[in-house]
């Protein structure tokens, strides 16, 4: 450890130990300060476009996209950079052109094209689409190999080990396992098929920072969510070393890729060079002021937690950079229960699923029951018919039949009275119960955002609706039995609950709660989540309109 303890670096803090722990842990509080002095920064993983986007792209997406928008409508003011892309270099890529008879390049480009296609589709609102094949990027790159070499933290070494090229990753003996089951060894994590390899490379010095990523990890516990996944990333850093990692292949093995400067029998690793590219994002190496980094989340899967939350981190610090403030790492879409495979046939389309349920009911499909983020959750044909039947009746029919033309008839023949002077004397019975619950929406949708939580937030969204569609059905103002002034309660209140929940569904159902929104009248000023508060914000002339895309007819195993 002597020679880690003397390696010249522009952050010499993060690369000793207890010496300068204090000087660490005022490091380390700059960075996960939440400051929203600087824009937002969110990013998505960069998708590997070695075939067609499936579900667990478009799952991503749409969760990066609800705190992107979540983040717009808390913070108004504040800027919010979002970054999403492919990672086009590597051997799968190379592997997949040779198998199709084409360039890599050629394949890039098409394959590229069908994900920047997939989040125009579901609504994603990024601002920037990034290709690890445009020359900004390969510029950021060079510069952070040259970086890192002269502080002697890249070095030419020999590397003997396994390496999956389904995960593009190489494995030290104790993260490989040889079942009987399988013709070869598999990775632990992964169950990816792993090959000996044995080849001379250029090696990053990631044994240096166990320490200073450990300290890291240990005094930031909102680091990774779940926190499950930080919690075995500490139990792993303190009970085994971390091995210096191979940054190149040998260009005959690998020759997609970027070369590495002034070695060109060299290409670089493809993670060494993917995980650069949330830096290119933000115009690195420029260094201008106000930049958005470092990122505020980093949506990944489950699956790529080491690259995100070692070699990443290491890299940062080796250049004096702060760190991503979270790593969201979400759980997987299955098919009964098992891993979705092209072999086995049970891959699910997302375009095919936007478009015969529509894209506001996919997008509410996966972010309530894939907004929990800490188990594997099913892909499942029948449960998202089930969850877009949930939607479409709870908003888009509560809203028809609130602004139905007996109600607003019967409405209009009471003593005219404002929300606000309905709500100057307490209401009883079930409304009065839908008054409390809306009261506490926002800061309970509020909360759960804070806390990563998704699935949360859209719960008690829905759980207003609920009752508010249970107290209309109670108080039936439709009904000649009872006095017009039950309408005008009735409507008032449907009104605000509608205009309350629309502001608050704008992160997950952008499309139908912005037709909600302008149905109702609601000026484009009047909705922010300050708005979201009850008697925040007036109803200006309702209008008729349909909140949801016709979901096509399509039979549920054709899905």
């Not at 075939?51 to 504040?78: C, K, M, Q, W």
């Not at 052109?97 to 990024?126: V, Y």
């Not at 650069?276 to 980093?298: E, H, K, M």
Request: charged letters at 20%; a neutral charge; glycine letters at 6%.
């Amino acid at each position: 450890m002597l020679f880690c303890r003397q390696i010249p670096t522009r952050a010499p803090v993060y690369l000793t130990y207890r010496p300068r722990l204090p000087t660490l842990r005022r490091f380390l509080s700059t960075v996960t300060d939440t400051s929203a002095t600087k824009p937002f920064y969110i990013t998505t993983p960069i998708f590997y476009p070695n075939a067609v986007p499936h579900i667990g792209h478009l799952y991503s997406l749409v969760i990066a996209d609800i705190f992107a928008r979540f983040t717009r409508i808390s913070e108004p003011n504040r800027p919010v950079h979002f970054l999403t892309g492919t990672d086009e270099h590597g051997l799968k890529i190379q592997k997949a052109a040779k198998d199709r008879g084409i360039e890599p390049s050629l394949l890039c480009d098409a394959l590229s094209e069908q994900f920047r296609r997939l989040g125009t589709g579901a609504n994603i609102s990024n601002t920037v689409f990034l290709r690890t094949t445009e020359a900004r990027h390969r510029e950021a790159v060079e510069y952070v190999w040259r970086d890192l070499t002269a502080q002697d933290l890249i070095y030419k070494g020999t590397y003997s080990g396994w390496y999956s090229i389904s995960d593009e990753c190489f494995y030290t003996d104790s993260q490989v396992t040889h079942p009987p089951s399988s013709p070869t060894p598999i990775s632990i994590e992964t169950g990816s098929a792993v090959e000996w390899s044995s080849e001379s490379n250029y090696k990053f010095r990631l044994s240096c920072f166990r320490e200073p990523l450990l300290d890291y990890y240990t005094a930031n516990p909102n680091s990774i969510y779940p926190h499950a996944h930080r919690e075995r990333l500490i139990q792993s850093l303190k009970d085994e070393p971390l091995e210096d990692l191979s940054v190149s292949r040998p260009r005959e093995r690998l020759s997609w890729g970027i070369p590495v400067p002034g070695d060109p029998s060299h290409t670089m690793y493809v993670w060494f060079d993917a995980l650069t590219v949330y830096l290119t994002g933000v115009g690195f190496p420029a260094d201008r002021q106000g930049s958005p980094w470092p990122p505020n989340i980093q949506v990944i899967g489950k699956d790529i937690v080491r690259f995100h939350a070692l070699y990443l981190p290491a890299m940062l610090l080796a250049m004096g950079k702060p760190l991503s403030h979270t790593l969201l790492a979400h759980a997987h879409w299955t098919a009964q229960q098992r891993k979705m495979s092209k072999s086995i046939g049970n891959v699910a389309d997302p375009f095919d699923a936007m478009e015969l349920w529509g894209v506001d009911a996919v997008r509410f499909y996966m972010a309530r029951v894939g907004g929990r983020f800490k188990d594997d959750v099913d892909w499942s044909p029948e449960q998202l018919e089930k969850h877009a039947d949930e939607i479409r009746s709870l908003l888009g029919n509560f809203f028809l039949r609130i602004t139905s033309r007996t109600i607003r008839k019967r409405v209009a023949s009471a003593p005219q009275l404002t929300f606000a002077q309905l709500t100057d004397q307490p209401l009883g019975g079930p409304n009065g119960d839908v008054l409390s619950m809306l009261r506490t929406l926002k800061a309970r949708v509020e909360r759960c955002m804070e806390k990563f939580e998704v699935g949360e937030a859209l719960d008690a969204i829905i759980l207003v609706l609920r009752e508010a569609n249970g107290a209309l059905t109670h108080t039936a103002p439709w009904s000649p039995q009872n006095p017009p002034a039950v309408a005008q309660e009735s409507y008032l209140l449907s009104l605000e609950v509608l205009r309350v929940t629309g502001v608050c569904l704008q992160p997950f159902i952008p499309e139908a709660a912005r037709n909600l929104l302008d149905a109702l009248g609601v000026p484009e000023g009047e909705r922010s989540l300050d708005f979201a508060g009850v008697g925040k914000a007036d109803v200006g002339e309702v209008r008729g309109v349909k909140l949801f895309e016709e979901k096509k007819i399509a039979t549920l195993e054709s899905m």
